[in-house]
């Protein structure tokens, strides 16, 4: 009569349930981890749009607006190769990924847009005399893709 051993086909058995288990649970490890790491990298992505700096720096301009009384506007003055410009803005733009467009006039009423990558964005805001002091104060324009 032969002697199987039951005891340890069910043991190889469960030995083998437990390694699928085991792998089955590692897989949906590194899934899980592989999906938390591309959502890192689109929220990191979209954090870095001109879009998201555009509306960052209308927030800036907007607050040092709100503390000049109603005869000055908020000017740019920018300082490049020696050369200094100072512009009226009236508007923020951008071109995702990369580009922010600052939109405005000089004092002389030349129109004026400053394209910059959202890695050289360097300017000082300025408060500068109304071009029309009889008109009312205005707003900053609104962020807008490609003014």
Partial sequence: MN????????????????????????????????????KFLAEYQHANLASEFANHLLSRINQFDADLNSNLEVGLKLVSFGQTITFHVSAIGFYNPSLVVFAGLTDDGNRVELVQHVSQISFVLIALPKLNPEQAKRKIGFVQEGI
């Fill in 3 to 38: 002697n199987f051993d039951f005891g340890g086909i069910s043991s190889n058995i469960a030995n083998a349930a437990n390694e699928q288990q085991l792998r089955i649970h590692r897989q949906q490890q590194q899934q899980n981890q592989a999906n938390e790491s591309m």
